[in-house]
């Protein structure tokens, strides 16, 4: 993918780089949102716990999400736990996941890749083939791995399995709840994190400027500044954003929330971007 010219004239590179404290803060940001959630559903406030589950579920794919793109300046052992961490609690092998998402890099919203296949439909499509779609990625990403990552996805998938048992056998209600909680989570990701940030999009997709939206996906929604500079961790997405609106601001008009954005934002202007 070839970047248009005035777009090789950005500084990125500073953007690297994390601080200890980043780093740290990072590692550790979905942990207190999964703790609460766990507090508030067994207190039975399951309104309260569902809240604090979405923002564990934001933040753990935002972590697992810079892993893959080994952005979180950490060895590759503790990538590997990280991952197998997030794996279990969130009931769904972020291993596999990895080598489809890597493609989606290499050749976004093409027949190859599986990632991007929601895009392409509508949005109730997106939403009611959420689960078969993680069937899809994670049988695509099982093809795709290595022989040794193979190996990892297979373990951590036989430990999802049998925790999801120990779960149901012994009727641990927190652990019930945070099992059906993910269901309903990993069911709507596709919704979320492939048709929302991509629909009626060519390669890089959407992003989004407005500060509430952006506070409660955790910069997520940075997702065309990712595709541009998939090497700049998230926690610095927002300042390559500002960077990007100087010299690119129609990159900024194809938002995530249309309906918070200027009326006067053209439709997809991301097409054509590049040569």
């Given at each position: 993918?070839?970047?248009?010219?005035?777009?090789?004239?950005?500084?990125?590179?500073?953007?690297?780089?994390?601080?200890?404290?980043?780093?740290?803060?990072?590692?550790?940001?979905?942990?207190?949102?999964?703790?609460?959630?766990?507090?508030?559903?067994?207190?039975?406030?399951?309104?309260?716990?569902v809240i604090f589950s979405y923002f564990f579920t934001i933040t753990a794919y935002r972590q697992g999400h810079d892993l893959?793109?080994?952005?979180?300046?950490?060895?590759?052992?503790?990538?590997?736990?990280?991952?197998?961490?997030?794996?279990?609690?969130?009931?769904?092998?972020?291993?596999?996941?990895?080598?489809?998402?890597?493609?989606?890099?290499?050749?976004?919203?093409?027949?190859?890749?599986?990632?991007?296949?929601?895009?392409?439909?509508?949005?109730?499509?997106?939403?009611?083939?959420?689960?078969?779609?993680?069937?899809?990625?994670?049988?695509?990403?099982?093809?795709?791995?290595?022989?040794?990552?193979?190996?990892?996805?297979?373990?951590?998938?036989?430990?999802?399995?049998?925790?999801?048992?120990?779960?149901?056998?012994?009727?641990?209600?927190?652990?019930?709840?945070?099992?059906?909680?993910?269901?309903?989570?990993?069911?709507?990701?596709?919704?979320?994190?492939?048709?929302?940030?991509?629909?009626d999009c060519d390669e890089v997709g959407r992003t989004e400027r407005n500060p509430i939206v952006n506070a409660l996906s955790?910069?997520?929604?940075?997702?065309?500044?990712?595709?541009?500079?998939?090497?700049?961790?998230?926690?610095?997405?927002?300042?390559?954003?500002?960077?990007?609106?100087?010299?690119?601001?129609?990159?900024?008009?194809?938002?995530?929330?249309?309906?918070?954005?200027?009326?006067?934002?053209?439709?997809?202007?991301?097409?054509?971007?590049?040569?």
């Amino acid at each position: 993918m070839k970047k248009s010219n005035y777009l090789n004239k950005i500084q990125w590179q500073d953007l690297r780089h994390l601080t200890i404290y980043e780093k740290t803060y990072n590692i550790l940001l979905p942990y207190p949102f999964l703790g609460l959630s766990w507090y508030f559903a067994y207190q039975e406030m399951y309104l309260i716990a569902v809240i604090f589950s979405y923002f564990f579920t934001i933040t753990a794919y935002r972590q697992g999400h810079d892993l893959y793109h080994h952005t979180l300046g950490v060895s590759r052992f503790m990538s590997t736990v990280l991952l197998f961490l997030i794996s279990l609690v969130s009931f769904t092998s972020l291993h596999s996941m990895k080598y489809s998402h890597l493609l989606h890099h290499r050749e976004p919203l093409s027949d190859n890749d599986t990632e991007g296949y929601l895009a392409h439909k509508n949005w109730l499509m997106a939403l009611f083939g959420g689960l078969l779609f993680r069937i899809r990625l994670f049988k695509h990403g099982f093809n795709l791995a290595p022989k040794r990552e193979k190996r990892k996805i297979i373990l951590e998938s036989t430990l999802i399995l049998l925790l999801t048992i120990a779960i149901f056998y012994y009727q641990y209600s927190v652990f019930i709840y945070q099992f059906v909680v993910m269901f309903i989570m990993n069911a709507c990701a596709g919704l979320i994190a492939v048709w929302g940030l991509h629909h009626d999009c060519d390669e890089v997709g959407r992003t989004e400027r407005n500060p509430i939206v952006n506070a409660l996906s955790f910069n997520l929604f940075y997702h065309a500044e990712h595709h541009l500079f998939p090497a700049v961790p998230t926690q610095n997405l927002p300042k390559l954003a500002k960077r990007l609106d100087k010299v690119a601001p129609h990159l900024a008009n194809n938002r995530v929330v249309p309906f918070l954005a200027n009326k006067n934002n053209e439709n997809c202007p991301i097409k054509g971007l590049f040569a």
